[in-house]
């Protein structure tokens, strides 16, 4: 049954990953003509990426959403060049893309203290403006908010997400009987005996049909597009939405959840993805699984179960296949493991590939060089 309980719907108000906001470069200041003085320029709006900041809280503090900076100061026979108006700085979220009112993206701020020149300040007058000073940059930006994280729990309603991201980590999501518990992306962190962390997001509302803006729509895999890796989450037992809605088995609702994927982004599906098999608690769970196995190992002999439209272009192949029950812990310490061994395994394939660019850039270089040498 689809169900939303009030305190649920309340967490939902409370969770935003988008934000319009309005930023205005501060104005130059007024020449002095009778000693050809120059005014200030205008201060700049900057946003500066910053840890532990929210967009919410943005809103929170400053409700107008309006961002000026300071004027620069007029010429003066004290001091002919004005000095700079002030800039303003407005701290945002890691993971903030910044879109113009058009949607194009003009600034990408994913690491702490990266910063974007939102609005330039107004040049201030001088002769060539018969001493009259420039406005700032003004604009309508938007600040959409894409979670990092390593890796994206991806599964429809109730096939555990939450009950795992809270076994495997501190969080403490809200979890229920019924389907879209989760109506906001809930974030995880797993820790190591060796203190490493990999933080794992749980990414709700993804359901049969999304792309056709069913549910919440794809409205939440935007947050996939920044993690490392997928981690897949099916029930054992399959998936039904509501008795209205046709049942599909877990190999049926691995291909339509990979179809969303790919109707989404097709970047997403290139991604390493992982699969856990929740409920292996459940009765039936051992011959479901020898099923879903067979046929996970020859998916193309069995895409006729699913209607045309809905299969995927190309089957995800998964890194790893673990077997789970969060009721029980099987599998838990496995999987943790598991995601351990592939985070790892793609930053070395990254540093690799990062030596052997460095190294060709080198050789090219001492190439260059040497033809200097000889010519
Ligand atoms: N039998 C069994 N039930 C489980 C297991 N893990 C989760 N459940 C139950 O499945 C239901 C859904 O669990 P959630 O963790 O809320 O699932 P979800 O995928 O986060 O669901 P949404 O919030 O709707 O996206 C709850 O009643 C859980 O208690 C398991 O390993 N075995």
Not at 179 to 208: H, N, R
Not at 217 to 232: A, D, I, M, P, S
């Amino acid at each position: 049954m689809v169900r939303c309980g009030a305190a649920a719907l309340r967490k939902y108000s409370n969770f935003i990953d988008n934000l319009r906001v309005y930023v205005r470069g501060g104005t130059g200041g007024m020449g002095y003509p009778n000693l050809g003085g120059e005014g200030g320029r205008g201060g700049d709006v900057w946003f500066v990426a910053r840890e532990r900041t929210t967009l919410k809280s943005i809103r929170e503090k400053y409700p107008h959403k309006r961002f000026i900076a300071g004027t620069g100061a007029n010429s003066s026979v004290k001091a002919l060049k004005g000095e700079k108006g002030k800039d303003r700085e407005v701290h945002v979220p890691l993971g903030i893309s910044v879109l113009d009112d058009d949607g194009k993206q003009i600034g990408e701020l994913n690491a702490a203290g990266e910063k974007f020149l939102a609005a330039r300040g107004g040049l201030g007058g001088s002769l060539a403006t018969n001493f009259l000073p420039c406005k700032g940059q003004r604009r309508t930006v938007h600040l959409d908010l894409k979670l990092i994280a390593d890796v994206g729990l991806v599964g429809f309603p109730n096939a555990g997400k939450s009950s795992l991201l809270s076994k495997i980590s501190h969080a403490k999501p809200e979890i229920a009987n019924y389907a879209f518990t989760t109506i906001q992306p809930e974030l995880g962190k797993i820790m190591y005996a060796d203190y490493k962390q990999i933080s794992v997001a749980d990414l709700p509302g993804l359901i049969e049909g999304a792309h056709a803006n069913k549910g919440m729509g794809h409205r939440f895999l935007k947050h996939v597009e920044r993690t490392k890796q997928l981690l897949l989450v099916v029930d054992i037992s399959g998936f039904q939405l509501s008795t209205k809605t046709q049942f599909r088995t877990a190999f049926e609702t691995i291909l339509l959840l990979t179809k969303e994927l790919e109707l989404y982004k097709e970047e997403l599906v290139t991604k390493p993805a992982l699969l856990a098999i929740n409920k292996m608690d459940l009765p039936c769970a051992k011959d479901n699984l020898d099923k879903l196995m067979t046929q996970l190992e020859n998916p193309q002999d069995f895409l006729h179960l699913l209607e045309e439209e809905m299969i995927p272009a190309n089957t995800l192949e998964f890194r790893e296949v673990i077997p789970i029950s969060t009721y029980t812990g099987e599998g838990i310490e496995e999987l943790k493991a598991c995601l351990r061994k592939s985070i790892d395994e793609q930053a070395e394939q990254v540093n690799e590939e990062y030596r052997k660019k460095k190294l060709l850039l080198l050789q090219t270089s001492k190439e260059q060089v040497n033809r200097g040498w000889h010519s």
